[in-house]
């Protein structure tokens, strides 16, 4: 049986889960909770396999216990269940450690299977939230320089002209232009100073 707490600021919301996982053969709702610093205790207490944890509760809201359990009930897999998708609440809630996101319009089927998913270590995301992650990635990639682009910051860090750096690596000087524009371009400046400077925050450079 999948050991399930349902932590949720809203008793109809609460009540309407519970019955609704009544009927499941392999599901079990062994507590429930009212905000995010009870929901910790209910979960370590009842050994707890899956949360279904609401996001905005008054007091520790869901991120803050999400955190909190993998410190406190490492075991307990956190599937956030909430209205909300937007980014300021999908990437905190990832990174704090839920498994799953998905939003209380979801199906009843598709809740089941997320709950029976979460337990087995598998991850079930709404579309919109598997949007917002896509979108991260796309954006950390992004902003990361390629091992060309790396060579061409550091010889501009030690003092290279264009023509000198193009010398240096054998590659014509409309290259290094090239490059440096898209070193621009991922850092968010416009010269080159500012890309340096970038470079030496971030690390890149020696």
């Known amino acids: 049986m999948i050991r399930l707490v349902i932590v949720d600021d809203h008793p109809i919301v609460r009540g309407g889960l519970r019955d609704m996982f009544a009927d499941a053969e392999d599901i079990v709702v062994v507590g429930e909770a009212g905000d995010g610093a009870e929901g910790i205790e209910r979960a370590k207490a009842l050994a707890a396999d899956v949360v279904l944890m609401d996001l905005r509760m008054p007091g520790m809201d869901g991120v803050a216990a999400t955190a909190a359990l993998r410190e406190r009930a490492p075991s307990a897999r956190v ?10 609440d999908v990437l905190p809630a990832i990174e704090a450690g839920a498994i ?18 979460a337990a087995r ?3 079930v995301l709404a579309p919109s939230v598997t949007q917002h992650l896509m979108g991260q990635v796309r954006r950390s990639g992004a902003g990361t320089l390629t091992d060309r682009e790396k ?15 193009a010398t240096a690596l054998f590659i014509g000087e409309a290259s290094i232009k090239t490059h440096l524009q898209h070193i621009y371009d991922k850092f968010g400046v416009r010269d080159r100073a500012s890309a340096v400077a ?9």
């Open 100 to 117: 799953s996101y998905l939003l209380k319009d979801a199906l009843p089927d598709e809740l089941m299977r997320a709950v029976r998913a």
């Open 121 to 123: 270590g598998e991850s």
């Open 198 to 206: 970038e470079g030496y925050r971030r690390r890149l450079l020696t």
């Open 151 to 165: 060579q061409v910051l550091q010889l501009v860090a030690n003092g290279s002209s264009n023509r000198e750096a």
């Open 79 to 88: 599937l956030v269940l909430t209205t909300f998708d937007g980014e300021s």
